[in-house]
Structures are given as C-alpha cells and as structure tokens.
C-alpha cells in the first residue's frame, strides 16, 4: 500500500540557518504531494502542495520539489525562524476505488532556537 | 476562510462511557474525516463521508461509529470508551474533486480514565 516516511525528529536548528526535512513515498499511480504544518495546540494547516512530477510547491519561505525519479518530496527553507517552530507532516492523495485517499508521514518535530 | 470547529478542546471521559466529538464546517464542503493522532503514529483515518449520510471505513474504525446526518457537521462517536482511546482527535474537511488539501479542526484531546 501506499506510504510515507520522513526523516524521524525532533530537529532543532538555530534562528537563520537552512532547513531539509526529508520525505519519500511509496505509490502505485501518480500522487498529489503536500506537507502540512501543526503549530502548538493547534490543528494541520496545508503549506504548500504538488500536483505532478517536477512541481515545485512553496509557501512563507519553504520549497519543495516533486521528485519522481527518487520519490521524493523534501521540505527546505533558507533561513528559520523561531516563529517556524511547530511539527511538519509529509503525506500524498491517491484515488482508490473512486476515493481519494490520503496517507500522512508520522510527522518531524522541528524546534528553532534564537 | 474555510472554517472547521470542533465542540471541545479537552475531554475527560471515563471507561465505558459514551462520547460523541462534534465538527462543523461551514464552506459547504460535501468530505469531511476524522483522524487521531498519536505520538510516533502520525495521523491514521477513522471515517471519513462524502456527503450525507454516507459513511466509509478509513484504516482503524474499531470501536468508532460516525453520523453524517447534515453536511456541514460530521461527528465522532465512541460507543463504549477505553483508554486506547485516549488521543488527539483531528476533523477535516475539503471539497469534493478539488486538488487543494484539507482544513483542519484545532483538534479534541479526548483523556478516558
């Protein structure tokens, strides 16, 4: 079946420097890719997506490309901030027996430090 | 903005009680899921509609039932609590055919002791 996996965390970074999160995934077809952000206590938010292969979704300062050949979908950002601390969910939409079904990552806890 | 309200932040429950957890989405949108989310697990799909009174099985729908009965309000019932049950519980919602994800609720950390 499908899935996703992303690199385990909590990463913790200090204020402006790069940020990879990575992902990669297992699909039988061609999935829709995203990654959603959870700030504290609060619910996922979307922040950013891609549709097709060689897409490159981007949102506040993070990226990330739709890599088929290596079935990849790595969150970057150039520079964090402390405002960017939260948990990032990796996940992809497939259609299975007329649904749309989406899988998610286990999530990468990512904490900025001033 | 799309809006997905869930009725309770916090919970407390004890075993075998009944529990219902309410969402409401107010942008007419015909999906709605309820997930739960638990430490090294991720998000795993309960139930989930598209559209009134329908409901699928997502991957772990056991001791869950769902009522779709409005579309704007999907609920979550636990019929007889167990402490397995303890978790966050996350509603969302998304417009049928559209390629944009999901909005979520700000999530229900139901406690059964």
């Known amino acids: 079946g499908d899935s996703v996996t992303q690199m385990e965390g909590p990463v913790t970074l200090s204020e402006e420097a790069f940020l990879t999160i990575n992902c990669t995934y297992t699909?039988?077809?061609?999935?829709?890719l995203f990654w959603y952000v959870q700030y504290p206590g609060e619910g996922l938010q979307l922040l950013l997506k891609?549709?097709?292969?060689?897409d490159k979704g981007s949102n506040k300062g993070f990226e990330a490309t739709y890599r088929k050949e290596t079935t990849s979908f790595h969150l970057e950002k150039g520079s964090v901030q402390v405002s960017d601390s939260a948990v990032y969910f990796c996940?992809?939409?497939?259609?299975?027996?007329?649904?749309?079904?989406?899988?998610f990552g286990t999530g990468t806890k990512l904490q900025v430090i001033p | 903005d799309v809006k997905v309200t869930q009725s309770s932040r916090y919970l407390v429950k004890r075993t075998g009680e009944k529990v219902f957890l309410e969402c409401v989405q107010d942008?007419?949108?015909?999906?709605m899921f309820w997930y739960r989310q638990d430490p090294g697990l991720g998000l795993r799909l309960i139930y989930f509609?598209?559209?009134?009174?329908?409901?699928e099985k997502g991957d772990i729908p056991e001791g869950y039932s769902v009522s779709r009965e409005k579309k704007e309000r999907f609920s979550l019932i636990l019929e007889s609590a167990s402490t397995n049950q303890t978790s966050m519980y996350l509603c969302?919602?998304?417009?049928?055919?559209?390629?944009?994800?999901?909005?979520f609720g700000s999530g229900t950390r139901l406690t059964v002791v």
């Open positions: 969302a919602s998304r417009a049928a055919g559209s390629n944009y994800g999901y909005t």
């Open positions: 699909a039988t077809g061609y999935p829709s």
């Open positions: 891609a549709t097709k292969a060689d």
């Open positions: 996940a992809l939409r497939e259609v299975r027996g007329g649904y749309q079904k989406v899988t």
């Open positions: 942008m007419d949108h015909e999906n």
């Open positions: 509609s598209y559209d009134v009174k329908m409901k």
